[in-house]
T-cell receptor, first 110, second 114 residues
């Protein structure tokens, strides 16, 4: 079965720290990758898309390592509002073939 | 805001009863999806639609059926609800195609089957 694996956490991190977590995928033919953020009892919301080696948006950086088949998400200067579950998603190249990880829970402490 | 609403937002029902969940979108998207989300699992695709009256099964379609008679509405029916179908159900639409496809979600429906 094609899979996307994430460390479920929780990652407990002090405010202002840098935190990173990885997501591994099994299908080497995967074409694009996404990080979604999901707050408690809410729907997933798109955080970042990754189509080549990586992407950066403010405090957030996503890196793709195709050789080792993982995607990482780095959050710098973490805020209390970054507390959420982060979902890794892999697109295998066509509509309706998104494979979802179970998520990594992040808790930012004051 | 992708203009997606789901109804009902919460439902409690009994085993063996039929249940229909509704997803409504306002932006004329062609592709629509129904997922379920359970603790310890990623989102799992139940059914999807690629146009009016065009639907297909996803990974966990057993016990579910769908219909799409209008572009804006995608209905998910649990023919005879079971306790294993207690879950959070999300509807999604997609924008873009191929590797550029990005999905956007409705607020979800929490279903409890007693």
């Amino acid at each position: 079965r094609k899979e996307v694996e994430q460390d479920p956490g929780p990652f407990n991190v002090p405010e202002g720290a840098t935190v990173a977590f990885n997501c591994t995928y099994s299908n080497s033919a995967s074409q694009s990758f996404f990080w979604y953020r999901q707050d408690c009892r809410k729907e997933p919301k798109l955080l970042m898309s990754v189509y080549s080696s990586g992407n950066e948006d403010g405090r957030f950086t996503a890196q793709l390592n195709r050789a080792s088949q993982y995607i990482s998400l780095l959050i710098r200067d973490s805020k209390l509002s970054d507390s959420a579950t982060y979902l890794c998603v892999v697109n295998e190249g066509s509509n309706y073939q998104l494979i979802w990880g179970a998520g990594t829970k992040l808790i930012i402490k004051p | 805001d992708a203009g997606i609403t789901q109804s009902p937002r919460h439902k409690v029902t009994e085993t063996g009863t039929p249940v229909t969940l509704r997803c409504h979108q306002t932006e004329n998207h062609r592709y629509m999806y129904w997922y379920r989300q359970d603790p310890g699992h990623g989102l799992r695709l139940i059914h999807y639609s690629y146009g009016v009256k065009d639907t297909d099964k996803g990974e966990v379609s057993d016990g579910y059926s769908v219909s799409r008679s209008k572009t804006e509405d995608f209905l998910l029916t649990l023919e005879s609800a079971t306790s294993s179908q207690t879950s959070v159900y999300f509807c999604a639409i997609s924008e873009g195609t191929g590797k550029r496809e990005t999905q956007y979600f409705g607020p979800g429906t929490r279903l409890l089957v007693l």
